[in-house]
């Protein structure tokens, strides 16, 4: 029973490890009078499974008021470019498709993740950010897709 537990469990200890992402700036892009700026930022993320990737999400975030208090929705919006950082290692068998990063990104069922495939043909891992839909966008999934090859 504790092994199957541990076994389910694993997904959201490896989530938990990239939550640690580093925010590497923000622009601003539209002037509040109350509130923070809207901006675009740019957060890294490094893949807890394959040592030497690292992925550049950017993201608009909503300003004003609620944005400040974290009350807004941001816009569904992503950006994204993974990149060998050092020598690329995998870290054990690599399922085809696992989500590797999470993060709220509204106070409702809102989240950005990234997911990554794996292309065993070309041997090529594929990155794929994403958003869970929020109440009131009528089921738009917003995504940017990038791909870090394993060997040359």
Do not use: H
């Amino acid at each position: 029973m504790r092994a199957l537990l541990a076994l389910l469990a694993l997904p959201l200890v490896l989530a938990a490890q990239a939550q640690a992402q580093t925010r590497v700036g923000a622009v601003d892009t539209t002037f509040r009078f109350v509130g923070r700026n809207d901006r675009v930022v740019i957060d890294r993320y490094d893949d807890p499974r394959v040592a030497g990737v690292s992925c550049y999400v950017s993201r608009a975030e909503t300003g004003g008021v609620s944005g400040s208090l974290g009350l807004a929705t941001d816009p569904n919006r992503y950006s994204i470019a993974c990149r060998a950082t050092g020598p690329v290692t995998v870290q054990g068998e690599l399922p085809q498709n696992e989500l590797v990063f999470t993060e709220k990104m509204s106070p409702f069922f809102k989240q950005v993740r990234v997911s990554r495939l794996y292309d065993a043909e070309k041997k090529v891992l594929v990155y794929l950010v994403w958003s869970t839909v929020s109440v009131g966008t009528d089921g738009a999934a917003f995504n940017s897709v990038t791909a870090v090859p394993l060997e040359r």
